[in-house]
């Protein structure tokens, strides 16, 4: 069992950076891939960023993509989320999400083979 509990969201102008965490429970983080998604509002949730247990594997959304970064702390238990020339339509709930394997991008999109949700941050971003 895995308990995820994301931070770091809030209210930024477009242009500013934040960075989110998803603090998670449990010995066995390291063990998992870890994911993040969001979902603006009237829109379905969609994947933004993940990443394999050791680090060495991250994918990015194109829509996030040269803006976005994503990375871990396993000694902290911890999954980051650094969003810099954050705009308008980046405004969403950001969820994080663990699961065992990662996969391809493919796969790591696939939100159904996430295991464990956090219980979302919000993010808005004014212009």
């Known amino acids: 069992q895995v308990q995820l509990v994301e931070s770091g969201g809030g209210l930024v102008q477009a242009g500013d950076s934040l960075r989110l965490s998803c603090a998670a429970s449990?010995?066995?983080?390291?063990?998992?891939?870890m994911g993040w998604f969001r979902q603006a509002p009237g829109k379905e949730r969609e994947f933004v960023a993940a990443i394999n247990w050791s680090g060495g594997t991250t994918f990015l959304a194109d829509s996030v993509k040269g803006r976005f970064t994503i990375s871990r702390d396993n000694a902290k238990n911890t999954v980051y989320l650094q969003m810099n020339s954050l705009k308008p339509e980046d405004t969403a709930v950001y969820y994080c999400?663990?699961?065992?394997?990662?996969?391809?991008?493919?796969?790591?999109?696939?939100?159904?083979?996430?295991?464990?949700w956090g219980q979302g941050t919000q993010v808005t971003v004014s212009s």
């Open positions: 999400a663990a699961r065992q394997y990662l996969g391809d991008y493919a796969t790591a999109t696939v939100q159904y083979r996430y295991d464990y």
């Open positions: 449990g010995r066995t983080f390291s063990s998992y891939a």
